[in-house]
């Protein structure tokens, strides 16, 4: 670009690029701007509809909304409490699974794959985060959420039941964990590709001189792979934080909805973006409105604040393309 | 000099290289066991009739999806209608006509990293309240405003990548001939990026396809019936057919709720492998 600029003497002066134009140029320009200001416009017309939706449960619960627990439409009793837990938790437990297994696809398509099974692989991880949230919620709650309180659950509590977040096995299987399982489904292939690209952007001088040294694959990984990638993959981390947190229909369907705050994860709970999902269409009051609102106005916050984060590691160290 | 020291740093290499493979097997078998799923549960409700015909009216066994398959192509067309032309002229303005690191260019990408991280769900109220509220009705239209806000920071980046790959050669040849810059977009630049955006297009409509959230909340309460007719009343769609079917207690719903999901999905995947098909050979045409 700077080299088109430079082309036009009267724009490089005035350090901007092409300013100046015929009329279709300024035409096509004015589009564009506007294009940029329809977004953005968008962008500040959603955060004003959510805050003034949810205006009239702010006035009446304050902040406290974030702490009691309670959700009774009839009786007018609102509070986030159980849902932000939810949330935090289902998010935690597959940022905690996803991690290591999307890096560990990362190297392996990366570095390890040969080429022809690589433009195989790739893609098809890749495909896995196209399969619609509310085919998986279907999965989970038909296929997944069984096995699960069949075979995983109460392998999990027979071993690291003194830990009482694996408390026993329930009835059904829908609860907090198989919604972190389902959600981890979703963020893996966000991570992994990602982190793959990043991979294969680190400089080819720095992993052959630590070859050459006798560094093995995985010295080399560690020692300059990973070292030189870390703000990149921290940030492809937050992405699929901001992706877990936002999910509403898959964990909807295998969360089991329920209104208390259970210690153990394979109890049923409830997530902001599910419980907005499940109660839109039993809506009792206008308070009932206003508090989903309230409910999306949280979660807006995290998922501005999980990308900005994200934006802002990456930036940083600007690593690269992918994230700026 | 193999001391024991290097056959044991060699056997973690191993290890690791092996936990890396395992992880990609897991992945890929996630996707064939959540397709065969699909495809078990799905198949026996597949027919003819079953893409031609509409739900019963009032519940219960036979009937199809056609409604639900029309109004979803219907609102994702209209949706890929608004959102295509603005997503390409952010990333023209990103590409053509700003410097990368100016200040209105980073404010663009902002804009559009903030409007891809909005969860769906909060879009979907954004619309509730902007167009359904106001209106006292639901409709297929406010579906389609919707994915298209979805749909946009999709379309901006893939077209601002594709653009960003365009020859350099290109722009110079049409700068040594005098040509002015907007003739130079239409007649040399997005010419040659088409394939490249059509394949973001097509990524952001698989994508749209399939998203429940604000559907549910702003075309959610609709009659089994096929229309036309996007404005003013609820438009069926395959997502909420869905996902109603999996709330509700109807086992012939749930049947539906499985050939709808194999409909859905095998139409997701064509898309997703056409797509890259479709960017492989533009690549190659561009001679990357």
Redesign the interface.
């Known amino acids: 670009?700077?080299?088109?600029?430079s082309?036009n003497p009267r724009a490089a002066a005035r350090g901007?690029?092409?300013m100046e134009?015929?009329l279709?140029?300024r035409?096509?320009?004015g589009?564009?701007?506007?294009?940029?200001l329809?977004?953005?416009g968008?962008?500040l017309?959603?955060a004003y509809?959510?805050i003034?939706?949810a205006r009239l449960s702010i006035s009446t619960f304050g902040l406290p909304f974030l702490v009691h627990s309670a959700w009774a439409p009839n009786l007018g009793h609102f509070g986030a409490a159980v849902m932000l837990y939810g949330t935090a938790v289902s998010s935690a437990i597959a940022l905690l699974i996803s991690t290591?297994?999307?890096i560990?696809?990362a190297?392996?398509?990366s570095m390890?794959?040969p080429r022809a099974v690589r433009i195989v692989?790739g893609?098809?991880?890749e495909?896995?985060a196209?399969?619609?949230?509310?085919?998986?919620?279907?999965?989970g709650?038909?296929?997944l959420a069984p096995f699960m309180q069949r075979h995983v659950e109460p392998a999990l509590h027979g071993v690291l039941g003194f830990i009482p977040i694996f408390g026993p096995a329930q009835t059904t299987g829908l609860g907090v964990f198989t919604a972190g399982v389902i959600l981890t489904?979703m963020v893996?292939?966000i991570i992994?590709s990602l982190s793959r690209d990043l991979f294969l952007s680190v400089p080819r001088e720095l992993t052959d001189a630590a070859e050459s040294v006798g560094a093995?694959?995985?010295?080399v990984?560690r020692g300059v792979v990973l070292p030189t990638t870390v703000s990149g993959v921290s940030a492809a981390i937050m992405?699929g934080l901001?992706r877990a947190?936002?999910?509403?229909?898959a964990v909807a369907?295998v969360i089991g909805a329920g209104n208390v705050v259970h210690v153990s994860t394979f109890e049923t709970g409830n997530s902001l973006?599910a419980r907005?999902?499940l109660d839109?269409?039993y809506i009792v009051s206008n308070l009932h409105t206003a508090s989903?609102?309230y409910l999306?106005l949280i979660?807006?916050v995290f998922?501005?604040l999980?990308?900005?984060i994200a934006?802002q590691i990456a930036s940083r160290y600007d690593v690269h393309r992918t994230f700026? | 000099m193999a001391s024991g020291n290097l056959r044991r740093?060699?056997a973690?290499?191993r290890a690791?290289?092996g936990?890396?493979?395992?992880?990609?097997l897991?992945?890929?078998a996630?996707?064939v066991i959540?397709t065969v799923?699909?495809v078990r549960?799905g198949a026996g409700a597949l027919s003819l009739s079953f893409l031609v015909k509409d739900p019963p009216q009032f519940g219960g066994p036979g009937g199809g999806i056609a409604s639900a398959i029309v109004g979803t192509s219907l609102i994702v067309a209209m949706a890929a209608i608004i959102a295509t032309?603005?997503?390409v002229?952010?990333a023209?303005?990103l590409v053509?006509?700003?410097?990368?690191g100016?200040r209105?260019a980073r404010?663009?990408?902002?804009?559009?990293?903030?409007?891809?991280?909005?969860?769906?769900?909060?879009?979907g109220?954004?619309i509730f309240?902007?167009v359904v509220k106001p209106a006292q009705a639901e409709s297929g239209f406010a579906g389609s405003l919707a994915l298209a806000?979805i749909m946009?920071?999709l379309i901006?980046r893939s077209s601002q990548e594709v653009l960003l790959t365009v020859p350099?050669g290109l722009?110079?040849g049409t700068?040594a001939l005098g040509v002015?810059?907007?003739?130079a977009?239409?007649t040399v630049i997005l010419p040659t990026a088409l394939g490249g955006i059509l394949t973001g297009t097509i990524l952001a409509v698989?994508?749209a396809?399939?998203?429940?959230?604000p559907l549910?909340?702003i075309d959610?309460?609709f009659t089994p019936g096929t229309t036309v007719q996007l404005f003013g009343h609820a438009v069926p769609n395959i997502?909420v057919l869905?996902?109603t079917a999996?709330e509700s207690a109807d086992p012939s719903a749930f049947a539906r709720?499985?050939g709808a999901?194999l409909v859905?999905?095998a139409l997701?995947?064509i898309a997703?492998v056409g797509a890259?098909v479709l960017l492989a050979r533009s690549r190659a045409r561009m001679g990357l």
Do not use: K
């Open positions: 670009m700077s080299v088109r600029a082309l901007r690029v092409a134009g015929s279709g140029d035409i096509l320009r589009l564009c701007i506007a294009a940029g329809l977004a953005g968008t962008l017309a959603v509809q959510v003034s939706g290591p297994v999307a560990a696809i190297i392996y398509l390890l794959a692989v893609p098809l991880v495909m896995l196209a399969i619609p949230s509310v085919i998986l919620g279907l999965w709650i038909i296929v489904v893996v292939p992994a093995t694959r995985w010295e990984i992405l901001g947190l936002g999910e509403a229909i369907s973006a907005i999902a839109f269409a989903l609102f999306a979660l807006l998922g501005l999980t990308n900005l934006r700026a | 740093r060699e973690v290499s690791i290289s936990l890396a493979t395992a992880s990609s897991v992945a890929v996630a996707l959540v799923a699909v549960h032309p603005v997503g002229l952010c023209l303005y053509e006509f700003s410097a990368p100016s209105p404010a663009m990408r902002l804009a559009l990293d903030l409007m891809q991280g909005l969860p769906t769900v909060v879009v109220l954004f309240g902007l806000i946009l920071p901006a350099r722009r110079d700068d002015d810059r907007w003739r977009i239409m698989a994508r396809a399939g998203e429940t959230a549910l909340l959610g309460a997502p869905i996902f999996v709720a499985w999901a859905l999905l997701i995947l997703n890259r």
